[in-house]
């Protein structure tokens, strides 16, 4: 019976160990395309969300203004 614990005791080790190889493969391999991913991105010039928003917001108070001017400037011609 002494036998039979060692013996899978063994083979319980090896699993575990087996395990953490490949969880270790998982990580690496999550590693890589990650920064694969962010190398391919980067090549293809795209912005962020936060950028694309700040031009956005930069855009939409450009146009406001420009719409005030025009009243004002409509307003200024009205009175001459």
Do not use: H, P, Y
């Not at 063994?10 to 087996?18: G, K």
């Not at 010039?45 to 420009?66: G, Y």
């Amino acid at each position: 019976m002494m036998q039979n614990n060692k013996i899978l005791d063994d083979i319980s080790q090896l699993m575990t160990n087996a395990m953490g190889v490949a969880q270790g493969a998982k990580d690496e391999a999550q590693t890589a395309m990650s920064s694969m991913m962010d190398r391919w991105l980067a090549d293809r010039n795209l912005v962020t969300r936060e950028e694309f928003d700040a031009v956005r917001a930069m855009a939409q108070k450009a146009r406001e203004e420009n719409e005030a001017l025009a009243a004002r400037i409509a307003a200024l011609e009205a009175k001459q």
